[in-house]
């Protein structure tokens, strides 16, 4: 079972995690910075290469035109070389010569500075091609990270909700348990040692009958008391287990027995309102319902000094809406939220609120000394955590 240190435990490994990847894309920025200066750069130096090549050309050009007409020089000098001096066809020869010479160099000199314009070209095509992929790079991690958070954290809310749910069938669990030691030992109180008394009655008045047959007959009237007594008592014991009329009469007619005669016997008058109704009741929504009325009656008559009191269910689309109001002496919510609600002393005000979230409702009380108590709850007509209350 993960506990609460792992939670934490997880969500800092998340926090980690995502502080990694932040730093690591900072990292990634500052690669795609250099890469995109290193790109410049090499533009810059392709782009006065590319000027190199045609500035050399050009200049090629020229030395080679000027060899055409040294050589046509040349040519004339050797045809009509009476009109020439020695002098002059040396320096004819000569010059012919030297513009071969620089030819070649500059030539030379052209195809080496072609061959670094295509070098350059091909790096400025990889540093491109480099700039792109950071950026790339960058964008991916992005959204990596933002999968990864978002999924993570995901994982940690559902952790969250599966823990819920296990709370919740813990409380389920204790809360049949508790409610099993209650009927336990109401009935051990009650009827059980009813029983034993009978059992002891009878035994007397299997004595004293051939005897005293006037001590006898009083002896099994009181016995029928006992009987009487006990019989009303497992009745009530049932009754408070589940009453089978939710079932066979359905949730308001029951509400309106249970207030007849509780009026009867507190001589608090109560008033039921009901508005809509509902076709179907799930048998937990209904036994909610009543639970709630119940408890809120019995505190009540225990506390509220209450002259009015009136219950109002309303049936709406998707839920049921129960208020319970009286004009009693009310109570200071603070004061009774810091008693801590025994889960033994049965349906309390905190057993309502767990029932009524319980079941994916809302409930309200408030209260306020001498202004009356008012409980209202809202439960939906099908709640989802239903399943789980076995
Ligand atoms: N309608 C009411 N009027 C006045 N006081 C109330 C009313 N309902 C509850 N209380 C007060 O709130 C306390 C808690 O109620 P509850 O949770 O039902 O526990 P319990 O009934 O076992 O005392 C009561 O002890 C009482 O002081
Ligand atoms: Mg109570």
Not at 93 to 104: F, H, M, Q, S, V
Not at 264 to 282: Q, S
Not at 306 to 333: C, H, P, R, W, Y
Request: net charge neutral; charged share 35%; glycine share 4%.
């Amino acid at each position: 079972m993960l506990g609460k240190l792992d939670l934490a435990q997880l969500d800092s490994i998340i926090q980690k995690t995502v502080e990694a990847i932040d730093k690591s894309k900072a990292e990634l920025f500052d690669v795609a910075e250099v890469a995109k200066k290193e790109k410049k750069r090499i533009e810059e130096e392709y782009e006065l290469s590319k000027h190199k090549v045609i500035d050399l050309g050009i200049e090629v050009k020229e030395i080679e035109k000027e060899l055409i007409e040294s050589k046509r020089k040349l040519l004339n000098a050797n045809k009509y070389f009476e009109k020439f001096s020695e002098e002059e066809k040396r320096a004819a020869y000569e010059k012919t010569d030297n513009l071969r010479i620089e030819l070649a160099v500059k030539r030379e000199m052209e195809q080496m500075a072609i061959q670094r314009r295509n070098e350059l070209e091909l790096r400025v095509r990889d540093a491109a091609k480099m700039v792109e992929r950071t950026d790339k790079l960058i964008s991916a991690v992005g959204s990596a990270m933002s999968c990864l958070t978002g999924d993570l954290q995901s994982i940690s809310v559902q952790l969250e909700n599966i823990q819920q749910r296990q709370g919740m069938g813990m409380k389920i669990i204790k809360a049949q348990e508790e409610e099993r030691k209650r009927v336990a030992r109401e009935i051990h109180d009650g009827p059980a040692q009813s029983m034993s008394n009978v059992v002891l009655k009878a035994e007397i008045c299997e004595k004293i009958m051939e005897t005293d047959m006037e001590a006898a007959k009083a002896e099994i009237k009181s016995l029928k008391a006992v009987v009487k007594e006990s019989l009303q008592d497992v009745r009530r014991i049932i009754y408070d287990l589940r009453p089978m009329s939710l079932d066979d009469l359905g949730l308001v007619p029951t509400i309106q027995r249970y207030i007849n005669t509780y009026i009867e016997l507190n001589g608090i008058p109560v008033i039921l309102r009901t508005r809509g109704n509902a076709e179907t009741l799930m048998s937990i929504v209904s036994l909610t319902v009543f639970r709630v009325t119940q408890e809120a009656l019995s505190n009540i008559k225990k506390y509220a000094k209450a002259k009015n009191v009136s219950i109002n269910l309303e049936f709406l689309q998707n839920d049921i809406m129960l208020t319970i109001t009286d004009d009693g002496i009310g109570f200071d919510m603070e004061e009774v939220k810091k008693k801590n609600f025994d889960i033994n002393s049965g349906f309390g005000l905190f057993g309502m609120r767990e029932r009524v979230e319980l079941l994916s409702g809302k409930i309200d009380i408030t209260s306020e000394k001498g202004h009356g108590t008012r409980i209202s709850a809202r439960i939906p007509l099908s709640p989802e955590e239903v399943s789980q209350n076995g």
